[in-house]
């Protein structure tokens, strides 16, 4: 075995982990999930059935992920984070039957490469989040959010732009942002923002 399973977690056999990845105590990763390289699942997290998880991703403490998520690599996903998956949610049907699985059709969340999705903060399916994108701790995502976005609030809106570093980008003259860690520049037009050739 080249991945660590703590022995309080909950792995079933018909899930895939990545070499090098951790699954910490009282996780529990789900049938037919998929876990890449590198990947850390915290304390008390939620990996659900068939989730797909890239490399080098990071599920902090008590996140819940329901399936059918899928995470690109290098995604952080904050402590006690909640990607929903069910977009008209009830315990029971119209006329007081409890639902069963085949009762509704689950919707996922999607977070691409590189985004970070901060703690405590609900991604409400079905909804995208971009490349390098950042969900601020506490924020509430109902649509869709772009590459490179800052997004924050209850709901989630756009406050500015972060920079693959992670860092607030400061912009330079119209249509160009700098990250002040890297000096990377990034060019928007149209409400989209595109990294600049080196």
């Excluded at 996780?27 to 797909?52: K, P, W």
């Excluded at 490179?148 to 756009?158: C, I």
């Excluded at 990377?184 to 989209?192: C, F, N, P, T």
Aim: net charge negative; hydrophobic share 40%; proline share 5%.
């Amino acid at each position: 075995m080249n991945y660590r399973v703590q022995p309080s977690a909950q792995v079933d056999g018909s899930a895939e982990i990545g070499a090098g990845s951790s699954v910490w105590d009282l996780a529990q990763i789900r049938e037919q999930a998929r876990l890449g390289e590198g990947c850390v699942v915290g304390r008390g997290a939620y990996i659900g059935t068939g989730v797909r998880m890239g490399d080098n991703v990071k599920v902090q403490n008590y996140a819940l992920v329901y399936e059918p998520a899928e995470l690109g690599d290098g995604v952080f996903v904050g402590p006690a984070a909640v990607f929903t998956n069910d977009h008209n949610p009830r315990s029971v049907d119209p006329e007081g039957r409890q639902k069963r699985g085949g009762d509704w059709e689950a919707v996922g969340v999607t977070v691409a490469e590189g985004a970070s999705v901060g703690a405590r903060s609900v991604c409400v399916a079905p909804v995208r989040v971009g490349r390098w994108a950042m969900v601020a701790a506490g924020a509430v995502v109902t649509k869709d959010v772009p590459d490179f976005a800052l997004v924050m609030g209850v709901p989630a809106r756009q406050t500015g732009w972060v920079g693959r570093a992670g860092h607030k980008l400061v912009q330079k003259e119209a249509g160009v942002w700098q990250c002040p860690e890297t000096g990377a520049l990034y060019d928007e037009k149209d409400g989209v923002l595109t990294e600049r050739d080196a």
